[in-house]
């Protein structure tokens, strides 16, 4: 089991930044990528990044890419989000989860674990 608890959301302006942390326990050996996804309300749950724990090979959407930094602890227990010039369409909550296997990254069925989520909400 890997249990997952993000933090860092809140209110940013458009433009601004923000920094979300997961912080991860229990068997992390077992989990070979972890992703951060987003959903907003009446939207599905949508890929935002992810990373590969070994080797720290990165993975974006195309709608963040050049704005969002995702990163890992070599200790292999905290990833981050940066998220730089921050629009309003980034507004949502943000989860974070883990997978153990190498199954497709980009899709939010290939993971096993998540967090509970945390809410950035942006103002114009």
């Known amino acids: 089991q890997v249990q997952l608890v993000e933090s860092g959301g809140g209110l940013v302006q458009a433009g601004g930044s923000l920094r979300l942390s997961c912080a991860a326990s229990g068997r992390t050996v077992s989990s070979n990528y972890m992703g951060w996804f987003r959903q907003a309300p009446g939207k599905e749950r949508e890929f935002v990044a992810a990373?590969?724990?070994?080797?720290?090979?990165?993975y974006y959407a195309d709608s963040v890419k050049g704005r969002f930094t995702v990163s890992r602890t070599n200790a292999k227990n905290t990833v981050y989000l940066q998220m730089n010039s921050v629009k309003p369409e980034d507004a949502a909550v943000y989860y974070c989860?883990?997978?153990?296997?190498?199954?497709?990254?980009?899709?939010?069925?290939?993971?096993?674990?998540w967090g509970q989520g945390t809410q950035v909400t942006v103002s114009s």
């Open positions: 989860a883990a997978q153990t296997g190498d199954a497709y990254i980009y899709y939010a069925g290939s993971y096993t674990y």
């Open positions: 990373i590969r724990w070994s080797g720290g090979t990165t």
